[in-house]
């Protein structure tokens, strides 16, 4: 993922209001059945720093996530690095209320870019893990 690719966006809409759609975002025992079971913990709340590893076909990715930005039930921002890789980005969750529920929409910002030689980075793979997280697992989750 390179500074010069636009921003990977997937969005996905929701039966359940935006407080059931908030905590499935940000409440750890919620987010590690959805999103990652590795993770220790997890606050919404500017500043708060949790970093965990996930292993793939022998290569490590000690993610690193810091809160950036939180206005609660509308917008989270998570700066996410890898301890063993350069790069940066940030990845944006917004929340919006709707007739049927509520929206969601996850936007990734590449601020440094991250290692071309290593397939979990290109561009494909992101869209691909995002649509999943967003666009399969969490739904399913939140049936």
Do not use: C
Not at 107 to 114: A, G, I, P, R, Y
Not at 122 to 141: C, D, H, N, T
């Amino acid at each position: 993922m390179k500074t010069s690719e636009p921003p990977i966006i997937v969005e996905q809409d929701f039966s359940v209001n935006a407080e059931r759609l908030w905590s499935a975002l940000t409440e750890p025992d919620e987010m590690r059945q959805w999103f990652f079971p590795q993770m220790p913990d997890f606050k919404a709340e500017e500043g708060f720093y949790t970093d965990f590893l996930i292993s793939n076909e022998g290569r490590n990715f000690t993610h690193e996530w810091t809160v950036v930005e939180v206005i609660p039930l509308e917008k989270i921002t998570v700066r996410w690095q890898f301890t063993e890789y350069p790069g940066d980005s940030h990845v944006t969750f917004y929340i919006a209320t709707t007739p049927v529920g509520s929206s969601l929409k996850l936007q990734t910002e590449v601020l440094e870019d991250f290692p071309d030689d290593v397939p979990e980075f290109k561009r494909e793979s992101g869209v691909g893990g995002w649509k999943y997280f967003i666009q399969e697992s969490l739904p399913a989750y939140l049936r």
